[in-house]
């Protein structure tokens, strides 16, 4: 069982204490962050994000409970401790970039190692080496005016990562930069995450980036009102994932992760339209498939109860539509067991071993149920997007994105219509490929 990097055991902080205008920033906050999790603390502005933050940093001491970082309380270190601290163990970046003006790019990311006496040409290499992995290589000898925005907020990573902190803090750290800066900014923190197995804690109030985080905490008045796994990724932490489906547009949006709430809505409204159900047939048809789901019913029965009479207990289907339905049914849940086997060897195994028969398998699958078919080139650069997608190495908009793209940019070239298909239905392999965590197994 693995320790959590960070605890905060009912930990408050109170500004202004024992004055009239006393504020309780952080109300109680109990956390266990793991190694190697992508955590956003989510919430309104003036929440308290930053001040929960702030406190993993070092430079506000909890005024009552206490927070704990890999054991250890960093309010009770040494100055030399916390300086070690606050440059080894943490790195943080910020929404205002505070690169010095006067010094060049290559100089603001090695400022620190200058600090601890490390040698120019061995600071020069390292600064060259982290500009050139965050794609601003061509920038050490500029002053920082020279960057945009979104190159000097990756410069910022570049320094924050100078002494390969374990923890990288990020405070709104694409608050201020356009769109697409703001996407190669995030996608960044994702790689060090994913790479370099860095603990992630970023501080957003903008729900587009949500779906990067392991975990979402959401903060109201200082307090933690709830914790959200994201059902993409690949759990570090113990999670109930019970507890997290309340409502039908939380299990749409765990179903449906990258739409917006109201596109979530009409999804659901076109469901119930489309399907011609009554809202009775439709839970009973989801109680059946839930069975099928976790094993519980045979293909047979699974017919039977959808051409039996409502009176009966059935959901009266008429015999061509529920034959349909229970063929699609068992394909999907079949070919997802690929899916599932495929990410048990990758857990068991070194992250690159890749099994060639189930990528190969889904890939005859996808083709199949898409009615398709691939030359040579195009059947590998569809196994590879499988392979990146059932990693967790890429996300669902990015296997859309490489079917459509053209066939000399690398993509697969399919139309729109064909790449939606193909994206849809791997999607339902990818959701019914997820392990049941809560069977206590
Ligand atoms: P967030 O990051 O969610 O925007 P903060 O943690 O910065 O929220 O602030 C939470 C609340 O605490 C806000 O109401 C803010 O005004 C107040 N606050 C923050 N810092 C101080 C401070 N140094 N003194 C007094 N109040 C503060």
Do not use: W
């Amino acid at each position: 069982m693995i320790e959590p990097i960070i605890k905060m055991k009912n930990m408050s902080v109170i500004y202004n204490k024992g004055k009239e205008n006393e504020f309780r920033a952080s109300d109680g906050l109990n956390l266990e962050i793991y190694p190697g999790e992508y955590i956003i603390f989510f919430g309104p502005s003036g929440c308290g994000k930053s001040t929960a933050l702030y406190t993993i940093l070092g430079v506000l001491t909890p005024t009552e409970g206490e927070i704990l970082v890999k054991g250890e309380n960093p309010y009770e270190y040494t100055p030399q401790e916390l300086v070690h601290y606050q440059t080894s163990v943490i790195g943080i970046m910020y929404q205002a970039f505070y690169l010095i003006p006067s010094l060049t790019i290559a100089d603001n990311v090695t400022l620190p190692l200058i600090f601890q006496g490390i040698h120019p040409n061995i600071r020069k290499k390292r600064a060259q080496e982290l500009l050139d992995r965050f794609g601003v290589g061509s920038h050490g000898h500029k002053l920082p005016e020279a960057l945009s925005g979104g190159q000097t907020q990756r410069v910022s990573v570049a320094r924050a990562f100078v002494n390969d902190p374990e923890i990288l803090l990020a405070d709104e750290p694409v608050g201020n930069l356009d769109s697409i800066s703001a996407g190669q900014v995030m996608d960044t923190l994702d790689e060090i995450n994913r790479r370099d197995k860095k603990t992630i804690i970023l501080v957003t109030h903008d729900a587009k980036y949500l779906p990067y985080a392991h975990r979402v905490i959401y903060i109201k008045d200082g307090r933690v009102v709830r914790i959200v796994p994201n059902p993409e990724k690949k759990q570090i932490a113990r999670v109930d994932q019970q507890k997290t489906l309340v409502t039908e547009m939380e299990q749409l949006a765990k179903v449906h992760p990258y739409l917006s709430p109201s596109e979530l809505k009409v999804k659901s409204i076109i469901n119930f339209l489309t399907q011609g159900q009554t809202l009775e047939q439709l839970q009973r048809l989801e109680e059946c498939a839930k069975l099928m789901i976790d094993g519980m019913m045979q293909r047979e029965q699974f017919y039977q109860i959808l051409i039996d009479d409502l009176e009966k207990g059935g959901i009266g289907l008429p015999p061509t539509v529920a034959e349909d339905m229970t063929d699609k049914i068992c394909r999907v849940l079949d070919q997802s067991k690929d899916v599932r086997r495929y990410r048990r060897r990758l857990e068991r195994n070194n992250f690159f071993d890749t099994d060639r028969a189930l990528i190969n398998k889904l890939a005859k699958d996808l083709v199949d149920e898409c009615d398709c078919k691939l030359e040579p080139k195009i059947r590998t650069r569809l196994k590879d997007n499988i392979y990146n997608r059932v990693s967790g190495l890429s996300r669902p908009e990015d296997f859309y994105l490489r079917l459509v793209k053209s066939v000399e940019d690398d993509g697969l070239g399919f139309t729109k219509e064909l790449a939606e298909k193909m994206a849809t239905y791997f999607e339902k392999l990818l959701i019914q490929g997820l392990e049941a965590e809560d069977k206590g197994h």
